[in-house]
C-alpha cells in the first residue's frame, strides 16, 4: 500500500487536508510508522521546495537529499525526532523536533549537520558480552566489553542519551538521565516542552514511571518514555 486516507494519516504528518484526500505511506527509516514522516511531505508540505507530489519524488530520486548524513533516493523515507535533513545544493540543514502532537523543522548551522542525538530504549548483552544499545532511531551500537565478567564499559543506561557523529555514529557524547540535567517531552501533548529534570519516579516492576521537568515557572509531569534529555545545562544541539 502506497497511500492511505488523509484523515487517517499519523498526527505527527503536518499537511492541512485541502492539500489531498491521501498521503504516502512511510517505507523504510528506523522510527515506527506512526512517529515518522514520508520525505514528500516534507519537501512540499513542510519546506515548499516541491509543488506536488511528482516534484518532490524527482528531487529525493536525484539524490539532493540526505538524511543523517546518508543519501535517501525514496520520497516515501521516514524521518522523526533528532533526525538531520540536509540538502546540499540549497545549503540548508533542518532538523525534525517535535511540538505537541506534531513534528516541525528547524534550520540548524552547518557544524551541526554531523551529529545528533539519541535516546537509549533498551540494551542487551550479545555474543562475548558485549553490549548493544538499542537507540530511538533504530540504530543499533556495540559497546566492546574488554572484561565481559567486570565491565567498566557498561556506564550506559535506558533513557540516557548519546551525541553522536553521522553518518559513521561514533559517540561524543554520553548524558545521563538525572535530576538536573536539560531534557525536552517529545511525545505526547506536551510534546516540544523543554526544562530542568526536578524529579524522576522509577519504581521497579511498575509502568508507567513519570518524570517531572521545571519548564519556566511551572512544573510539568509526564510518562518516562516520552521524556529526552539533550543536555547538562543547556541544549547539545538546537532542538526547538
Known sequence: MAHLKRYA?????????????????????????????????????????????????????????????????????????????????????????????????????????????????????????????????GRNILIKVKDPCNPKEDVYKTMDSLLISLPDQKILKHIKMEVGKVAQIYRGKLAGELGKVEQIEIIKGFDPNRITLKVGDKKVTTLADYVFVVGDDAPEITVH
Open 9 to 137: 494519516a499519523p498526527k505527527v504528518y503536518s499537511i492541512p487536508v485541502k492539500v489531498s484526500k491521501f498521503a504516502p505511506v512511510v517505507k523504510g527509516g528506523g522510527h515506527p510508522h506512526d512517529r515518522a514522516i514520508p520525505l514528500r511531505i516534507v519537501l512540499r508540505d513542510m519546506l515548499g521546495y516541491a509543488r506536488n507530489a511528482r516534484e518532490a519524488k524527482k528531487i529525493v530520486a536525484a539524490g539532493k537529499v540526505v538524511v543523517d548524513g546518508v543519501v535517501r533516493k525514496d520520497d516515501r523515507f521516514g524521518v522523526g525526532v533528532m533526525d538531520v535533513i540536509s540538502l546540499p545544493d540549497a545549503g540548508k540543514h533542518y532538523r525534525v523536533v517535535p511540538k505537541k502532537e506534531r513534528f516541525v523543522l528547524v534550520e540548524i548551522p552547518e557544524k551541526e549537520a554531523n551529529m545528533k542525538l539519541c535516546r537509549i530504549m533498551n540494551k542487551t548483552v550479545v555474543k562475548g558480552g558485549h553490549i548493544q544499545l538499542n537507540l530511538h532511531d
